[in-house]
């Protein structure tokens, strides 16, 4: 028992939750682990000189966020929803990968399983994530040279007040494995530009939506844009696919 008459609370450090989770989660870090703390999801305890202490219980719930970001792609809030379930008894459903409607006759139809398509669902806004560019930098595992380079040629825009969300993750991550192909930032200014021009179409077509003042209206020009965007992300895809058939005799 503590001074205080409350039992002491024996638990793990950060760095030997991290040594646990490193295992089935490679890219998890420190800051990660801390930034999940900051948004609720995990609540370790502290020593008297304020150093966190993990139950096995927390190492367990660290792993049930991770694993729920990386298989189904939810977002922070949707987690802690189901965090907050089974902090209440009941058991929270990890719902399987999504295949978007439009595509479920497409399956089996000779041409492969079409679910990595986009669905509208994939563009839904998620305010969840504010990153510092330190967080970006250890999360993507880029250095500030790169991370330059992607801001200087518009692939990663930080928000106006200077943090980063974990779309700028993904799009660091992808860049840094096409750098290993001799690729290099500059060479991918033509897709920011096509994906500018094809925002800028989808903008004309919801625009007179969103100029009703009624959330009706809004809830509306929200769920065209992100159907819009899915069909829009999606043809990009199957012209690049078509292309490559081309380019090899496939």
């Given at each position: ?64 966020v991770l694993a729920a970001q990386r298989d189904h792609y939810l977002p922070l809030k949707v987690i802690k929803e189901q965090l907050d379930a ?138 065209l844009v992100r159907e819009l965007a899915a069909l829009s992300v999606t043809l990009h895809t199957l012209l690049v696919k078509a292309g490559i058939?081309g380019v090899t005799g496939g």
């Amino acid at each position: 028992m503590t001074a205080a008459g409350r039992p002491q609370r024996d638990g793990l450090s950060i760095g030997a939750v991290l040594a646990q989770l490193r295992g089935e989660f490679p890219d998890v870090t420190i800051s990660k682990i801390r930034f999940l703390e900051s948004e609720g999801l995990v609540q370790p305890g502290r020593t008297p000189s304020g150093y966190r202490q993990f139950t096995a219980a927390d190492v367990e719930r660290l792993r049930f966020v991770l694993a729920a970001q990386r298989d189904h792609y939810l977002p922070l809030k949707v987690i802690k929803e189901q965090l907050d379930a089974a902090d209440r008894g009941l058991e929270p459903a990890m719902p399987a990968p999504r295949l978007p409607r439009r595509l479920v006759s497409l399956r089996g139809a000779g041409d492969g399983d079409r679910s990595g398509l986009p669905a509208p669902g994939d563009f839904a806004t998620d305010h969840e994530v504010r990153l510092t560019q330190e967080e970006l930098l250890a999360e993507a595992g880029i250095d500030t040279a790169l991370l330059d380079e992607l801001c200087q040629y518009g692939l990663v825009r930080p928000g106006a007040a200077g943090f980063y969300d974990s779309d700028a993750v993904l799009i660091a991550r992808t860049v840094k494995s096409m750098t290993e192909f001799g690729i290099e930032p500059r060479h991918l200014r033509a897709f920011r530009a096509s994906a500018d021009r094809e925002v800028g179409l989808l903008e004309q077509i919801v625009a007179p939506v969103y100029r009703h003042r009624d959330t009706e209206a809004r809830a509306r020009g929200d769920e065209l844009v992100r159907e819009l965007a899915a069909l829009s992300v999606t043809l990009h895809t199957l012209l690049v696919k078509a292309g490559i058939r081309g380019v090899t005799g496939g």
